[in-house]
Antibody
Framework: QVQLVESGGGVVQPEGSLRLSCAASGFTFSSYGMHWVRQAPGKGLEWVAFIRYDGSKKDYADSVKGRFTISRDNSKNTLYMQMNSLRAEDTAMYYCAKDADDFGDYYLFDYWGPGTLVTVSS | DIVLTQSPGTLSLSPGERATLSCRASQSVSSSYLAWYQQKPGQAPRLLIYDTSSRATGIPDRFSGSGSGTDFTLTISRLEPEDFAVYYC?????????FGQGTRLEIK
C-alpha cells in the first residue's frame, strides 16, 4: 500500500531555513510526480510545489518562488523541500502528496502523507 | 488564478439525510478537471472524486460528483456518521491549481 511519511518540521526563527523530507513506499516512486501542499492552522489547503517524476520540471506557487526548492532522490524514494527565508506566514502543516498520473503532470493528489508541522516564530 | 467559492460554509444535517455541496469557479474549468477531497480533524485530506464525477479507489457510491463549466456539486446520498468532515474542491486545469475554502459538514 502507498505510504508517504514526512519529517523535518519544527520551530524556526523568521529568515531561518528548514529542510523537509518525505519517504515514499508502496509504489514506483520514480514514475510519479510529487507535490508539497500546506495548510495553515485552521485554514484551507494551498498547493506549494511540484516536481516531475524525473526531476526535469519544477513548479512553485508564487508565495514561495525564490525561497523554496523542491527536489527528489529516486534512488532513495525520497522527496525534499528546502525552505529558506522563512516567514511567519509559512507556518503550516506541510503534506507531501503523490500525483495521480504516472509520467504525467496531472496536479491531482491521490495519496497524502500525515504531514509535518512547520512553525516560524521568534 | 481561478478562484473556487464553496457554499455553504457550514452545513448541518443528520445521519441518513442527503448532503449537497457546491463549488463555483471564477472562470470555466475546462475538461472537467475538478476534484473533491474530504478532511477529518487531525488527518490529511483524502481524494473522493476526480474529473468531476469519477470516484477514487475505495470511495463508497453514496458519494457522487456532477457539474461542468463553472458550477460543480458533491452529493452524499445518505449521510453516515463518518461523513461529517470538511470538504474541499480543487481545480487542476489551470496553473496555479487552486482549492476552495472548504465546506464544514456537521452533525445537526
Amino acid at each position: 500500500q502507498v505510504q508517504l511519511v514526512e519529517s523535518g518540521g519544527g520551530v524556526v526563527q523568521p529568515e531561518g531555513s528548514l529542510r523537509l523530507s518525505c519517504a515514499a513506499s508502496g509504489f514506483t516512486f520514480s514514475s510519479y510526480g510529487m507535490h508539497w501542499v500546506r495548510q495553515a492552522p485552521g485554514k484551507g489547503l494551498e498547493w506549494v510545489a511540484f516536481i516531475r517524476y524525473d526531476g526535469s520540471k519544477k513548479d512553485y506557487a508564487d508565495s514561495v518562488k525564490g525561497r523554496f526548492t523542491i527536489s527528489r532522490d529516486n534512488s532513495k524514494n525520497t522527496l525534499y523541500m528546502q525552505m529558506n527565508s522563512l516567514r511567519a506566514e509559512d507556518t503550516a502543516m506541510y503534506y507531501c502528496a503523490k500525483d495521480a498520473d504516472d509520467f504525467g503532470d496531472y496536479y491531482l493528489f491521490d495519496y497524502w502523507g500525515p504531514g509535518t508541522l512547520v512553525t516560524v516564530s521568534s | 488564478d481561478i478562484v473556487l467559492t464553496q457554499s455553504p460554509g457550514t452545513l448541518s444535517l443528520s445521519p441518513g439525510e442527503r448532503a449537497t455541496l457546491s463549488c463555483r469557479a471564477s472562470q470555466s474549468v475546462s475538461s472537467s478537471y475538478l476534484a473533491w477531497y474530504q478532511q477529518k480533524p487531525g488527518q490529511a485530506p483524502r481524494l473522493l472524486i476526480y474529473d468531476t464525477s469519477s470516484r477514487a479507489t475505495g470511495i463508497p457510491d453514496r458519494f457522487s460528483g456532477s457539474g461542468s463549466g463553472t458550477d460543480f456539486t458533491l452529493t452524499i446520498s445518505r449521510l453516515e456518521p463518518e461523513d461529517f468532515a470538511v470538504y474541499y474542491c480543487q481545480q487542476y486545469n489551470n496553473s496555479p491549481i487552486t482549492f476552495g475554502q472548504g465546506t464544514r459538514l456537521e452533525i445537526k
